[in-house]
């Protein structure tokens, strides 16, 4: 498997002789894939567990009564890259940890896994442009838990239903839906890109989102005075943050009652 850095082109290979069966997973979307492979049984770490949907049912899949105490592993939290629990990584001694990459500079924190002897793996598939192009690492998974088989069956499936959607959509005659994105994180309303993953999931399903800039592959930041004049124009409002109701909503800025 090769990884290449969209930021300065290094690549990171790895070669593997088995399935792997015990892996720590910093992010998770890889969660995401594994459990699509139904290869959850792998994963003995994660982090920020209290915020993973698939905990659960991870959990529940641990036979209760085994005859072999590793299948009785719990899976443990491991803290985050800038505080990670480096003895807990130690100790669940992994095949291999999965982390993810936000620039170019290599973190202290795979420096330091580097220095302690745990392999590392720097999976990138969220700087990927199209949704399509993200599914595709489920082969990546499919090739470290010895399921390439699965993997292909997975992507294939996710491509044909997604291209069968987008087609069905484009043919349709119907009006382009202009869609207002998220709402202000510390005073700043963070707008994706053209080239985002999630602007291409909106024009493939009929939508074009508004403020969105072209030629740069980062989002980018817009006022409250531009959304709130750009949200006359919006047939919906997407991605509202932690608002679940409209009193929360009115709660971060009462403008949002326009």
């Avoid at 510390?186 to 080239?195: I, K, L």
Wanted: hydrophobic residues 40%; charged residues 20%; proline residues 5%.
């Amino acid at each position: 498997a090769i990884s290449i850095s969209p930021f300065d082109g290094s690549r990171d290979t790895l070669t593997i002789d088995r399935p792997l069966t015990n892996l720590i997973v910093m992010s998770t979307s890889h969660i995401g894939f594994l459990d699509a492979l139904d290869a959850l049984d792998c994963i003995s770490g994660v982090s920020g567990k209290d915020f993973v949907f698939q905990s659960q049912k991870v959990l529940a899949s641990r036979p209760s009564t085994p005859s072999d105490w590793n299948k009785m592993k719990t899976i443990v939290d491991v803290g985050y890259d800038a505080a990670p629990d480096y003895e807990t990584i130690m100790a669940l001694k992994p095949d291999l940890l999965l982390t993810y990459a936000v620039s170019g500079a290599k973190t202290s924190f795979v420096s330091k896994l580097e220095q302690l002897g745990i392999p590392v793996f720097i999976v990138n598939e969220h700087l990927e442009s199209h949704p399509l192009a993200r599914a595709a690492y489920v082969r990546l998974f499919g090739a470290l838990t010895g399921e390439m088989e699965a993997a292909d069956s997975v992507l294939a499936a996710v491509r044909s239903n997604y291209v069968s959607l987008a087609d069905s959509v484009s043919s349709s005659g119907s009006s382009v839906r202009k869609v207002l994105l998220n709402i202000p994180y510390n005073d700043q309303w963070f707008v994706p890109s053209r080239e985002s993953y999630l602007t291409a999931m909106i024009r493939d399903a009929g939508g074009s989102v508004l403020g969105s800039e072209p030629g740069r592959a980062a989002s980018s930041v817009m006022s409250l005075e531009k959304a709130y004049s750009l949200s006359k124009e919006a047939d919906c409002w997407l991605n509202t943050g932690w608002c679940q109701t409209m009193k929360q909503l009115l709660g971060v800025n009462p403008l949002f009652e326009d």
